[in-house]
């Protein structure tokens, strides 16, 4: 099994710069290649048990004026021989490393659902610590600082997790190599998810919120919580919909996303 990129630092420590290195960033984006044209770059973090596929529909959605750059964690998918991550500290150091390495001076955006919201979060926190590139717009979905509660099977039973939350896509649980690697990648998350103390930073980028109507992991006004956490809340939208809202409707919520993008970027 190949190693974690980025080596653990101790609990409750912290990383000094520089970044620890990360060896060929680009294993960690889909696709490989972004769209050269594009005058923005989107980062896009995945849930718990998932991958970088959750969004492949995304690029048709938002059009070449938007490069997508999908995050694919180590331990699921093309990259399930690697061991997932299992802590928070290292693995948001790791992809602050990946996108200081994409980065090419176009603005840039991130986007995150439930843990990967939780990741876009940290990620934007870190990046503007370092004084590094720090993203133009923070968009978050389905997990907000305070208000949210894991189910109680995340740690115990994953697979327990992953199917009352909906998280199993449609053939999964009938193979059992995909259905082991995914209980997997749902365990490692979990325990990322476990090690976050909420220190109450505030970010400076504009933050958008997004989230499911009936979603049961979120108290009600939830996401409103990230009003203290920026500089500048753009507010919370609202679908139709469970936790996992946004796999139907997708269109609509690019569409929003879009006109931020548009606004907050444009002048880099």
Do not use: I, K, N
């Amino acid at each position: 099994m190949d190693a974690v990129d980025a080596v653990a630092a101790p609990r409750g420590g912290t990383y000094a710069d520089p970044l620890p290195e990360v060896r060929d960033a680009g294993r960690w984006l889909h696709p490989a290649e972004p769209e050269p044209d594009a005058g923005v770059r989107l980062f896009l973090l995945h849930h718990s048990g998932g991958g970088a596929s959750m969004y492949r529909a995304w690029p048709a959605e938002l059009g070449a004026a938007v490069a997508c750059r999908a995050v694919q964690l180590p331990g699921r998918q093309e990259r399930r021989r690697e061991a997932p991550y299992t802590r928070l500290e290292p693995l948001v150091a790791a992809l602050a490393e990946v996108v200081a390495q994409d980065w090419d001076g176009r603005p840039y955006a991130v986007f995150g659902h439930s843990m990967g919201a939780l990741l876009g979060y940290r990620l934007t926190v870190e990046l503007e610590r370092r004084a590094l590139p720090a993203p133009a717009l923070l968009a978050v979905s389905g997990w907000a600082p305070t208000g949210f509660s894991a189910p109680a099977a995340l740690s115990s039973d994953p697979l327990a997790a992953l199917r009352l939350l909906g998280g199993l896509p449609a053939g999964v649980e009938a193979d059992p190599e995909l259905l082991a690697q995914a209980v997997r990648a749902m365990a490692a998350d979990g325990a990322v998810c476990a090690d976050h103390r909420d220190d109450g930073a505030v970010v400076g980028a504009p933050v958008v919120a997004y989230q499911g109507r009936e979603d049961p992991l979120l108290a009600p006004g939830a996401m409103r919580a990230w009003s203290g956490r920026t500089a500048e809340f753009l507010g919370c939208r609202t679908f139709p919909g469970d936790h996992y809202y946004l796999r139907d409707h997708a269109r609509a919520l690019t569409a929003d996303l879009s006109q931020s993008l548009s606004r907050y970027t444009a002048t880099g």
